[in-house]
């Protein structure tokens, strides 16, 4: 397959055991944390039969129970809205999305998104990485009136939301403004999620208090996004939304898995992100995966590497230390997606996130020197967007800079980096490098497709079903159950 020019790389020479022709202390260490290249070979036959594995489950009609859920329609999706795009334009899911954030643009000048888990952190992802880092306070001129956007429901604190209430109350006191008109997405696929639920019961009412009580009004200003049928389809339902209003999140698509449908192409498509680019990103990681042999399918290379670092060398902590201030709520968003979907049966790899340069100074020393349970994968966004900012020469130097006065902050990050896994190198702390060539829509999309494939393969590998979160219902059983035992008895 031809390879686009913004193809990501993954390169995991960092991991395996450099040829040895002394003993050394550095060789003795390396010999215990770094993976033999054989055994690298050794599970490629094995990866192959889980590509296979992984590419059936694509069609199976009526899976056996054992494998329930399986929510594998995310492989197929990027490309099927596509096509379905080019077909049928408008009338096209894509094309419904496009429309209903076109919508929305035009009638408000902010838009608070309203979801948790799978229905908020790829959207989250996608506006960190991909608009400007101030774009809410932007002038509406250079924001090219895209409005500005708000997360909330992903949490139950009180605090915050009065805050965002506040801060809608005082700005927007002219409805018939556009500048002064907010809205609202409501996200759930479940529609009973108790944190988005009652964020939007606080959310509807200040709508309706702010353009008064029509159901017209209401429609105009909110889209809400669910599964086929649930609480939340019920009360749109009932304010009057046409179901074909209600966007929709597919079947066989979970919450975590479903960034490339309405719930993280809405919101994208509302700030301006130009969402057929990030699809075909997608849709490319996807067909890399299917046809390329292990040597260029970044998504069998990355998941049997980090799987064979976790079971056989005890790395069990999985550091994704991203190099761009841009990518810490991608970063979040894996977290959910490995830890959602591996953490069962007593096994999985624990996930977190650095933003470097900046945790260097917090966990850097830990990395270097404390317990050798950690796999750290390092992403890089090998150019800017922006002109390098030069160091520069200046008159006064007491800070000494003036030595690397032509150097610019790229290049000044390029050394830490190299510096960081120098020093990781020189005491057998193994690394890899997952490379982005920019952060584009393209990029983003090959880079969240691949790291859902490879959570995928790495369920396989493990025999941990990496789709549904049994665990997870826990926690909402008894909050709910106490939220009743409560409210029988009066209590407020
Ligand atoms: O990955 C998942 O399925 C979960 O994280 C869900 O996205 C999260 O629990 C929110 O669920 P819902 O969209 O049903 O409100």
Not at 195 to 203: F, K, L, S
Not at 326 to 338: F, M, N, P, R, S
Not at 389 to 402: A, K, T, V
Request: glycine share 8%.
């Amino acid at each position: 397959m031809q390879l686009p020019d913004e193809a990501i790389e993954f390169d995991y020479s960092g991991v395996l055991l450099p040829h040895a022709e002394a003993w050394t202390p550095l060789a003795e260490l390396q010999s215990k944390h770094y993976l033999r290249p054989e055994r690298v070979e050794a599970v490629k036959q094995q990866l192959m039969s889980v590509r296979q594995q992984v590419a059936s489950e694509r069609t199976m009609v009526s899976p056996p129970s054992k494998m329930l859920p399986l929510d594998s329609a995310f492989i197929d999706l990027p490309g099927k809205l596509m096509e379905q795009y080019r077909q049928k334009g408008k009338s096209s899911e894509l094309g419904q999305i496009i429309q209903a954030a076109e919508k929305l643009k035009g009638e408000v000048d902010r838009v608070v998104v309203l979801g948790i888990g799978g229905s908020y952190l790829g959207a989250k992802a996608l506006f960190d990485s991909l608009c400007h880092t101030y774009h809410n306070e932007l002038p509406a001129k250079m924001r090219l009136n895209k409005p500005r956007i708000y997360f909330e429901g992903n949490n139950v604190d009180n605090d915050a939301l009065q805050d965002l209430l506040d801060l809608l109350e005082n700005l927007c006191v002219e409805p018939t403004m556009r500048q002064e008109r907010w809205g609202a997405v409501v996200i759930s696929k479940s529609g009973g999620t108790i944190e988005t639920a009652t964020a939007y019961r606080v959310v509807r009412q200040e709508l309706i208090r702010y353009y008064g009580h029509s159901p017209e009004e209401l429609r105009k200003r909110l889209v809400p996004i669910t599964g086929p049928s649930g609480k939340l389809r019920e009360l749109s339902r009932a304010d009057g939304f046409k179901d074909e209003e209600i966007l929709k999140i597919p079947d066989g698509v979970g919450g975590r898995f479903s960034v490339f449908s309405a719930v993280g192409l809405l919101p994208a498509a509302v700030v301006g992100i130009d969402v057929p680019a990030l699809l075909l990103g997608a849709s490319t990681m996807t067909q890399r995966f299917l046809s390329e042999p292990f040597d260029r399918n970044p998504v069998l290379q990355y998941a049997a590497i980090n799987h064979l670092m976790a079971t056989e060398l005890g790395k069990s902590t999985r550091v994704l230390a991203v190099w761009s201030k841009k990518l810490e709520a991608l970063g979040l968003w894996y977290d959910q997606l490995l830890a959602e979907s591996l953490g069962k049966q007593g096994q999985g790899p624990t996930p977190f996130t650095v933003v470097q340069t900046r945790d260097l100074h917090s966990r850097g020393q830990q990395h270097q020197e404390g317990a050798r349970d950690k796999l750290i994968n390092n992403l890089v966004v090998k150019s800017t967007k922006h002109a390098p900012i030069p160091i520069g020469m200046s008159d006064r130097n007491e800070d000494d800079l003036n030595q690397f006065s032509r150097k610019t902050m790229p290049d000044v990050l390029n050394a830490a980096f190299r510096g960081t896994n120098q020093a990781y190198a020189e005491s057998a702390r193994p690394t890899t490098d997952l490379t982005l060539p920019t952060l584009s829509e393209h990029s983003m999309g090959q880079l969240m497709q691949m790291l859902m494939l490879a959570t995928v393969v790495e369920g396989r590998l493990m025999d941990v079903n990496p789709y549904g979160q049994p665990g997870v219902e826990a926690y909402k059983k008894n909050m709910t159950a106490i939220l009743k035992a409560e409210s029988a008895k009066g209590q407020p």
